[in-house]
């Protein structure tokens, strides 16, 4: 019934053919008889129930549906149309993230932004999993502070919720909603590791640039929650070290 809800083909299917909907989607004859007796109210508010969802994965990625200009309406209207609405609007936008990526990749290769705009949507995702990664209500009982300028060497060491750091063709920090499209065509490519996390003074998202060695450290204390320690990363790892503890992005587990 949401799939009624929020994509035109569905709508316009089940008006023609009750029978071939129940089938395409598997309904038990229970909810078969239950979509029959309202498929023209759920019908009627479809267009309603799609624009909202389209707003939706406007709010959530506003800088990619700027940069992709008249071409964002089509993409949402692909995706929307393919793609059945997941359990939340943060899922549903990250499926319309996966989609973009792979959809921005078959766009022309002359046209000059290209590269940049995969590399927007991509930072977008990143931040959507960020904000969308939920705190402890208060800090774990085993957290100890950490001073980045006298780290305990044998202190197990993991990130703060949702941190994650990604390579990207672009550093593409610079880009806002409304960016002239001359702007992301004057920008040429610079590997750039960004790093996204909630700054845990106040929980907003910010994105760092990050050296590499910085974002080898931050990758394996990720992988390796509470088993790594200051000690165990060798010199250069250690070297990065108060630097990541400084922005609140590593903090230390109780031994």
Not at 26 to 40: H, N, T, V, Y
Request: proline share 6%; glycine share 8%; net charge positive.
């Amino acid at each position: 019934m949401g799939a009624v809800l929020t994509s035109h083909a569905a709508r316009e299917l089940v008006l023609r053919s009750a029978a071939e909907f129940t089938a395409h989607f598997d309904l038990s004859a229970q909810e078969a008889a239950a979509l029959a007796a309202m498929a023209g109210d759920l019908a009627a508010l479809t267009p309603g129930f799609v624009r909202k969802r389209e707003r939706g994965l406007r709010a959530a990625m506003p800088v990619t549906w700027s940069v992709l200009a008249s071409e964002a309406g089509k993409l949402a209207g692909d995706y929307l149309e393919s793609r059945a609405p997941a359990a939340s609007a943060a899922l549903d936008a990250l499926g319309f993230a996966d989609y973009l990526v792979a959809a921005v990749s078959l766009l022309p290769d002359e046209r000059q932004d290209k590269g940049v705009i995969v590399d927007v949507v991509r930072l977008e995702r990143l931040r959507l999993l960020v904000s969308g990664t939920e705190w402890p209500l208060r800090p774990e009982p085993d957290e100890v502070p950490l001073d980045p300028r006298r780290i305990d060497p044998r202190r197990p060491l993991r990130l703060c919720p949702g941190a994650a750091v990604e390579r990207f063709t672009f550093d593409v920090r610079t880009v806002r909603a409304g960016s002239p499209a001359e702007m992301r065509a004057r920008l040429r490519p610079d590997q750039a590791n960004l790093l996204c996390f909630q700054r845990p003074a106040d929980g907003e998202v910010v994105v760092r640039r990050i050296d590499d060695e910085s974002a080898r450290t931050v990758k394996l204390i990720g992988l390796r929650t509470g088993a790594v320690t200051a000690a165990g990363l060798g010199e250069p790892g250690r070297s990065r070290l108060g630097k990541l503890v400084a922005l609140g992005v590593i903090k230390g587990a109780g031994a």
